[in-house]
């Protein structure tokens, strides 16, 4: 039961430090843009990921102080069978994944903020095809399975929650700003993609454009 819990726990430590390497390489790709910017948004917005992504850290590494003083006897531990637990090291691992595809279509497009600059391109490649937001489908997927990995209800009430409520500040405020930016173009790609899903309609449909 130790055994598993280390490995469960070093399983999501290099998981994380995938994601943390794939956002940091692409973050690189887009710092010489920076210049032709025009748009960024307000300060708070920033600060309030900022502070969710430092709170994730703090209290994940918590967790990992947990788990090596004293496994059987964690704080706000869940009884999840292992499968369960592996399954969160499989949706954490799909969410890798999906950044790495996502960031292969956005390309010096990414800001990890929301920020456009001159010559900014509306990408309807690889997962945007679909959904308009898959990278913050990838970060539910990277919250739940932390939280199923981990069996930990405070890391998971929290970065849940903690996430949603960004969410409903920020996504209102990127849709307004892509549809400003791109207009009746960014309307229409609306119209066919879901928002983290995919429209019931929105796979029929991009096969006809491609016929």
């Known amino acids: 039961m130790v055994l598993q819990e280390h490995l469960i726990m070093w399983t999501g430590c290099v998981l994380y430090v995938a994601f943390t390497l794939i956002r940091r390489h692409s973050s690189r790709r887009t710092r010489e843009a920076e210049a032709e910017l025009e748009y960024t948004e307000s300060k708070r917005g920033i600060d309030y990921l ?7 850290v703090l209290t994940y590494a918590l967790y990992v102080v947990d ?29 890798d994944l999906l950044f790495l595809q996502v960031h292969r279509h956005l390309g010096a497009n990414f800001y990890a903020n929301l920020k456009l600059r001159k010559g900014h391109e509306l990408v309807t490649t690889g997962p945007y095809r679909w959904v308009r937001h898959p990278m913050y489908l990838g970060l539910y997927l990277n919250h739940l399975g932390v939280f199923l990995l ?5 890391i998971g009430a929290t970065w849940l929650v903690g996430f949603t409520l960004i969410m409903v500040y920020r ?30 309609w929105a796979a029929g449909t991009a096969r006809r454009q491609n016929a």
């Open 150 to 154: 981990t069996a930990n209800w405070f």
């Open 67 to 95: 788990v090596n003083v004293g496994p059987d006897r964690m704080i706000f531990q869940l009884s999840f069978p292992w499968w369960l637990r592996w399954t969160g090291a499989a949706l954490f691992a799909a969410a």
């Open 50 to 56: 900022r502070y969710l992504i430092g709170y994730e």
């Open 171 to 200: 996504l209102p405020r990127e849709e307004a700003m892509m549809l400003g930016k791109f207009g009746a173009e960014y309307e229409l790609y609306r119209k066919r993609t879901g928002r983290f899903l995919p429209a019931p």
